[in-house]
């Protein structure tokens, strides 16, 4: 009983693992017992064709469970994030050696789909690696390399892409908010076909079809399953946080990040580029800045050559970049560069030698930030800027006496959240007259403090547990939102994916209306404890979690269900080359390598 036990638990697996379905088995059959049945009927069954008698599968996972420690189940062909719309067959194709993705857009010269045909042709040869995402080959599995290991199955030739924007619209020179990012794919033997509006829909159903490949064991190589997929966004703005200042990340680190964004459907790099500890942005028109903010001038910088790399990186891929220059706090690093910027702190009527926040009182000031944004806002050519705001300091200014002799003046004595109105306003009267004009973001504390907003201003929501009642408040007042409060990825405990991912950012009293105003939101990935050694492990697969929470539809919930998907996503990953932690005792057949020590 033991042994067919076992056998039929092989059974299960291998048709799992050769496209849902199981041979229905006649218990009469005396070839249904002992290892005769495993070595006479096992590869030849399960390898029918269509018209095999067939009962569906269970759920096609692989347990590979060793010990009394729980481990993780993992899917093999899911796509993650969720899509909207999903139809997927027990029909199994197999893709073909000659297999090759075609775009047959005409007279559109687009580098952004030349250069994804290149990735995706790269991404879905990969899996021909004898590297099956869904777990290990079962016994003897490696032994069957006669004619019996072919599967039978139509052949996938190629991927035909069509779209209808051409690359040369405005719309589709730069990822921008609003884009869209809808696509069909249908999966169908010979030509399985993608279609999208735009080319950032194609990159959206490029990476589908990626993901939509398994493999199975022997010589049977890359599968898939029939398939038709209608997919878009919930929300308009998925992105992720990177603070570069606590700790500088190499540009290779952040270009993997971007992969890594692509292959969960995020489309904003947040770059929180410079801050109190660091400013590693080379300006040109305030060389000093980096020269003496940075930790090291000479490696711990982005050169213009690096930001535009950056840019051009994430464009390829659908990825708008929004830099951050926080003000009027969080900017220690800029004073070392900009003489006079910062306020002179004072204890007991003397100044001390430390400085605060960037002094409000000095037109000089307002001249230099003048100067700065309208360069910072010509290198970087999303729509959006975000100008910070957050956590200002006021005890500085409190004890300077010319920024108190300032406020008398201004009538707002001893009122410092005034005298952040005063710099904000300031600020952004003067950047709203460049000729670069930028929405601006900005966080939650300048709302809060009633600083005068233009209505398109986008209002980053970030602070505590109380978030509802913040997006309601923004939200009522007409002002347009972003959530970020439970998505702080840079602290990390067991299990807290599950936290991420139960989080629905809807939910806060507010009208259709105010809902809409909600544009997606942020995971946040801060700088103190997180350099080129751990920020992509901290990240990922973390983020996928809030990833699928702002692509898929609502009803997508089930963490149970989502689990093993999760699973397959970062064994995925690293295949792909992004390391990512474990989501529990698990492993991938294709385990992340690191390079070796130099000596």
């Not at 908010?177 to 999966?187: F, I, Q, T, W």
């Not at 809409?516 to 990922?540: F, I, P, R, S, V």
Request: glycine letters at 6%; a negative charge; proline letters at 7%.
């Amino acid at each position: 009983m033991m042994m067919l036990a076992f056998v039929l638990g092989l059974v299960v697996l291998l048709a799992a693992q050769q496209g849902g379905c199981i041979p229905s088995l006649d218990a009469s059959d005396p070839s249904n017992s002992g290892n005769e049945f495993f070595a006479a009927r096992l590869e030849s069954e399960i390898r029918n064709d269509e018209q095999q008698k067939c009962v569906p599968a269970p759920n096609p996972v692989r347990p590979y469970k060793t010990s009394s420690i729980p481990t993780l189940y993992t899917t093999y062909g899911e796509v993650w994030p969720t899509p909207m719309n999903q139809t997927k067959s027990d029909v199994v194709l197999r893709i073909s050696a000659k297999f090759h993705i075609v775009s047959t857009v005409k007279n559109d010269l687009c580098d952004i789909m030349d250069e994804a045909v290149k990735r995706y042709t790269q991404l879905t040869a990969q899996s021909t690696q004898l590297c099956p995402i869904w777990g290990h080959s079962p016994p003897d599995v490696d032994q069957c390399s006669d004619e019996s290991t072919t599967l039978n199955a139509a052949n996938v030739d190629q991927l035909s892409v069509s779209y209808t924007q051409m690359c040369t619209d405005s719309a589709s020179t730069y990822p921008h908010l609003g884009m869209d990012e809808s696509y069909s794919l249908s999966v169908e033997a010979g030509t399985s076909m993608l279609t999208a509006n735009t080319v950032w829909g194609v990159l959206r159903g490029l990476e589908t079809f990626s993901q939509l490949i398994y493999t199975v064991p022997g010589d049977v190589g890359r599968v898939l399953n029939k398939s038709q997929i209608y997919d878009a966004p919930r929300y308009q703005h998925r992105g992720i946080l990177l603070d570069t200042s606590r700790h500088y990340l190499p540009v290779n680190v952040i270009q993997a990040n971007l992969d890594a964004m692509a292959y969960n459907k995020l489309n904003v790099f947040h770059w929180h580029i410079v801050d109190d500890t660091s400013f590693p942005y080379q300006s040109i028109v305030f060389p000093d800045l980096s020269a003496k903010g940075a930790f090291n001038s000479v490696t711990h910088i982005y050169t213009p050559e690096a930001v535009r790399s950056v840019i051009e990186y994430a464009r390829l891929r659908g990825i708008r970049v929004i830099p951050e220059f926080d003000t009027p706090g969080h900017t220690d690093s800029w004073g070392q560069g900009q003489e006079g910027l910062l306020t002179p702190c004072y204890t007991e009527g003397e100044p001390d030698g430390t400085f605060g926040p960037i002094n409000p009182t000095l037109t000089k000031n307002y001249d230099f930030l003048k100067n700065l944004f309208k360069e910072v806002m010509t290198v970087f050519p999303d729509d959006f800027l975000h100008l910070g705001g957050d956590e200002v300091s006021f005890n500085c200014w409190k004890s300077n006496p010319d920024v108190n002799k300032f406020m008398d003046k201004m009538n707002i004595s001893g009122n410092y959240e005034k005298l952040e109105e005063v710099y904000m306003n300031s600020l952004l009267s003067i950047l709203s007259n460049l000729t670069s004009v930028k929405t601006f973001m900005v966080w939650q504390e300048v709302f809060d403090n009633n600083v005068t907003l233009s209505k398109d201003t986008l209002i980053h929501v970030w602070k505590g547990s109380e978030y509802q009642s913040e997006l309601s408040n923004v939200t009522k007042a007409g002002y347009s939102t972003l959530l970020s409060s439970p998505w702080y990825l840079n602290y990390n405990k067991p299990h807290d994916w599950l936290t991420f991912y139960n989080v629905e950012p809807s939910n806060f009293t507010g009208t259709v209306e105010q809902k809409q105003l909600l544009y997606g939101g942020e995971a946040c990935m801060w700088g103190e404890w997180a350099d080129a050694t751990n920020a992509l492990t901290k990240l990922w697969p973390r983020a996928g979690a809030i990833a699928e929470r702002l692509w898929s539809p609502i009803e997508v919930r089930n963490t149970t269900t989502a689990t093993p998907r999760l699973n397959e996503q970062r064994c995925r990953m690293l295949l792909r080359g992004i390391p990512c932690q474990p989501l529990d005792p698990s492993f991938c057949q294709c385990e992340y390598t690191p390079p070796l020590p130099l000596y």
